[in-house]
């Protein structure tokens, strides 16, 4: 799959190609049905398809202040639609510039510069300066162009729309399996592992260490946790996110102890899905009762996992 960027021409090969056009952080349900039509277009017109998403998010540009939110990375998202049968993800970067393109503006890059025959969004999809574009005006800007503009409608789960926001809610009420339906698979945290206190190897739990960097902050606490490492294998674990209350300095962390598994994993990219919240974080009053309930932590996390 290729990473493409208006830095460059998009190659001739891809050029004609039908865009999935959006944010897709989570790549949740309704994501799923947009690059899934998108994709589904392109097989029919035997076209190439390319799913457009933007990187900063809009968010971060106009609120730099915004406290952390993202479901997934840029990485993450371009594995997510290579899954979905995209033939490249085209990275739209998110600066003053893109900010004060026009409605009208946007739409002729789409046809003049990338060369798309069609584009496929959400209903709710805004764009251009001041939000001014919606789905009614990209049809009707893309028909001068000769660019088939297409909606797709929300998609309700349990009675309501599927989207990003109620996926946060439901990850910062310390509530992964809603998170995992909405997304239809686990939210999960990637990152390099890096060196801590070592204060999880001296109370016999060695922990795998990653920085939550601009991920969501779900709800702090223990999880039951899959881990899959950079070589593709997965283990289960249990994992403390927050700041660990009983040491100083406090500091943020995903610390996964990985069950039964023994190496250096210093350096290399792992990735921590959340299927389970046992508990919140708390401080205990001294080290014998914190290792106690770890232990305990330990046992419920593998009957859990154990259950699937």
Do not use: C
């Amino acid at each position: 799959m290729e990473r493409l960027s208006l830095d460059q021409p998009i190659p001739d090969a891809l050029r004609g190609a039908v865009v999935a056009l959006g944010n897709f952080d989570g790549f949740h349900l309704g994501h799923q049905a947009v690059v899934g039509r998108a994709v589904q277009r392109a097989a029919h017109e035997r076209k190439p398809a390319i799913v457009a998403t933007f990187d900063p998010h809009p968010v971060r540009h106009f609120r730099p202040d915004a406290p952390p939110f993202r479901l997934t990375t840029l990485d993450q998202r371009e594995g997510l639609f290579a899954h979905a049968g995209a033939d490249a993800m085209l990275v739209f970067g998110f600066d003053a510039a893109m900010a004060g393109t026009s409605a009208d503006g946007f739409v002729d890059l789409l046809a003049t510069r990338i060369g798309a025959s069609g584009v496929v969004t959400g209903e709710d999809f805004t764009f251009g300066k001041g939000r001014a574009g919606d789905a009614a005006s990209l049809r009707a800007l893309g028909a001068l162009r000769g660019l088939v503009a297409e909606a797709v409608a929300p998609i309700a789960l349990e009675g309501e729309p599927v989207s990003s926001s109620r996926i946060r809610t439901a990850l910062q009420a310390g509530d992964p399996h809603t998170a995992t339906r909405l997304l239809t698979r686990p939210f999960t945290i990637r990152g390099e592992v890096v060196h801590g206190d070592k204060r999880g190897r001296e109370l016999g739990w060695p922990t795998a260490n990653v920085e939550l960097g601009h991920y969501l902050r779900p709800a702090y606490g223990i999880y039951a946790v899959r881990l899959t490492l950079d070589d593709g294998s997965e283990h289960p674990g249990v994992a403390n996110l927050g700041v660990r209350p009983m040491f100083d300095p406090p500091k943020e962390l995903l610390e996964t102890y990985i069950f039964d598994w023994r190496g250096d994993l210093y350096g290399r990219t792992i990735d921590v899905a959340l299927l389970h919240y046992l508990r919140p974080e708390a401080a205990f009053r001294d080290l014998a009762t914190l290792k106690a309930q770890i232990a305990r932590d330990e046992e419920q996390a593998r009957a859990l996992l154990a259950a699937g």
